[in-house]
């Protein structure tokens, strides 16, 4: 079954230093998304993304957050001067089209540690 | 603002016995609701809703939409401890956006 891969599944980082968090969605999908998972919380939405731009962004993803995809395959979050805060499972997610049957299908997640 | 509101938030059951998760939204340019289960890590799919009144049902899960009130149950029966996970509900607008629930955690006991 195809998966949305996302590395690295772990990521231990200093706070002030940037992260670059990497997904690679299902190969036929078209629409990308990524959201977060503070330890406890609620899954958060981040960011939409089709047709090579943002098409939707929540209140949380602001100028320290940016995403691209730069080869057409690889699709990135970039976290700049990581806070304490930003802690947190992020998922990527993707689905086929507007009128998918099946759903969002989520990577297993990258764990990012802020110390 | 758009939300998302599922309760109970914890519900803790023995095996063999039946549970409804309840899922309300206000959600503006509503498109569909689905529901995931959430074990160790992603989310993984378990129904997507568009009409009001169509029964999707997958074993012994089921769940059921009303666009007029709201809201959304998803019901599962004769549970086993394999069900133990956090059920979310999750809303999707228009605008390609998808808003969580806080989700409901269920413990299934032996």
């Known amino acids: 079954e195809p998966e949305v891969t996302q590395t690295p599944s772990h990521q231990v980082t200093q706070m002030g230093q940037e992260v670059i968090l990497r997904c690679v969605p299902i190969s036929n999908h078209l629409y990308f998304y990524w959201y977060r998972q503070i330890l406890g919380q609620k899954v958060e939405f981040l960011v939409s993304?089709?047709?090579?731009?943002?098409?939707?962004k929540s209140e949380i993803f602001d100028d320290q957050f940016s995403v691209e995809r730069p080869d057409g395959s690889n699709f990135t979050l970039k976290i700049r001067s990581t806070k304490l805060e930003d802690s947190a499972m992020y998922f990527c997610?993707?689905?086929?089209?507007?009128?998918?049957?099946?759903?969002?299908?989520f990577g297993s997640g990258t764990r990012l540690t802020v110390v | 603002e758009d939300k998302v509101v599922q309760s109970p938030l914890s519900l803790v059951v023995h095996e063999g016995d039946t549970v409804t998760l309840n899922c309300s939204y206000e959600v503006t340019n509503f498109r569909s609701l689905l529901w995931y289960k959430q074990e160790k890590k992603a989310p993984t799919f378990l129904f997507m809703l568009t009409s009001s009144g169509i029964e999707k049902k997958s074993g012994r899960l089921s769940s059921i939409l009303d666009k007029k009130e709201l809201f959304s149950i998803l019901n599962i029966t004769a549970t086993q401890t394999g069900d133990s996970a956090i059920y979310l509900c999750?809303?999707?607008?228009?605008?390609?956006?998808?808003?969580f629930g806080a989700g409901t955690r269920l413990t299934v006991k032996p």
């Open positions: 993304f089709y047709n090579n731009e943002i098409s939707e």
């Open positions: 997610a993707s689905r086929e089209g507007p009128t998918m049957k099946y759903g969002y299908t």
């Open positions: 999750a809303v999707e607008a228009y605008n390609n956006d998808m808003r």
